[in-house]
């Protein structure tokens, strides 16, 4: 399947799942700081590394801590498999809070592949998770999973290379599918919608200043989130090869 048609079954699919959108959603406004880095051990190997202070109205209170690593499989130079953990705390905020602060524990598993078309960097994520989530009153957990996919875009600005010392567009879409036990009144548990100015310092480090459409659906069905996050990331790749 090309590029192009990938993109449109994507877009489609993407409307069809917002036809069934409730009218109980809170709007709200967030700021996310973010680290990732994928330091490379060896032609194969690879350790990803990831934080995210994820804070509700700009920096006021908590909305979720969120820890992740992983260990990189370089199947080639364009596509990646990894495996990992992530510690996930989340916090009550805004108009429809959770009951308490509880955990997560997240196994997670993607497969990244990168290609380029004309003057685009194009970026497909598909990842699986299952998370372990804490149950405040009784501090047992219960079991969940869902999967993700995510297509990026990156344009360089003012030439066609991505280079050192420039700026670029970065995009994604992606939405978060739940399945097996559990599931509850929807499958649609979030979608996103991000745009950001990136600068590009070298090819292991990068800035970027974005903006993040989050919608929620809680459990119910009935109660949604529609959230305004901006974002502030750096990534930065180390390289440890000899």
Not at 194 to 207: D, E, H
Request: charged fraction near 20%; aromatic fraction near 16%.
């Amino acid at each position: 399947m090309d590029l192009r048609r990938t993109i449109f079954l994507f877009a489609f699919f993407m409307a069809a799942l917002g036809v069934n959108a409730q009218k109980d959603i809170a709007v709200q406004y967030n700021t996310w700081y973010m680290y990732f880095g994928n330091h490379r051990l060896s032609d194969q190997f690879g350790l990803h590394t990831e934080y995210q202070w994820r804070r509700h109205e700009w920096v006021d209170t908590w909305q979720q801590s969120l820890m992740r690593v992983g260990l990189d499989y370089y199947v080639t130079e364009n596509s990646m498999l990894t495996a990992g953990y992530g510690w996930i705390e989340s916090f009550p905020y805004g108009e429809q809070p959770i009951a308490a602060t509880f955990t997560e524990h997240r196994i997670w598993q993607q497969w990244v592949i990168n290609q380029r078309v004309g003057r685009l960097y194009v970026n497909h994520r598909y990842r699986l998770e299952q998370r372990f989530l804490e149950q405040p009153a009784t501090t047992d957990y219960v079991f969940r999973q869902r999967a993700r996919y995510r297509l990026m875009a990156i344009l360089p600005l003012g030439q066609r290379e991505l280079k050192d010392h420039s700026f670029f567009l970065s995009a994604y879409a992606e939405p978060f599918i739940s399945f097996g036990k559990g599931v509850g009144a929807n499958i649609l548990g979030q979608n996103r919608l991000y745009l950001a100015l990136g600068y590009r310092i070298s090819p292991q480090v990068n800035f970027q200043l974005g903006y993040l459409n989050q919608y929620i659906v809680k459990a119910d069905g009935q109660r949604h989130e529609r959230n305004h996050d901006l974002q502030v990331g750096l990534t930065y790749n180390l390289d440890l090869r000899r």
